[in-house]
């Protein structure tokens, strides 16, 4: 019983991480792309700024969501080979 409360709090805490993650990077990176390196590093126009700034926060969401489906499928199967050493 308590092998199986671990694991749930394990799967919750990596669930709560990546959804923080999920919510606060792509955001960030919208605006700080936008800010710093598309306005003011290379002085592109409001517009052009915001196109690829859209395009870095599209791109973070992916690699986001590319690392919970690993660490989640590293994380099933290492439960997985634990339960079947029982």
Sequence with gaps: YFRNEGSLTSTLRTLLFFTALMITLPVGLYFSSKAYIFE???GMSDRDSDFYA?????VTVHVVLALFVYVAWNEGSRQWREGKQD
């Design 40 to 42: 003011g590093t290379l």
């Design 54 to 58: 859209a395009i870095v926060a599209v």
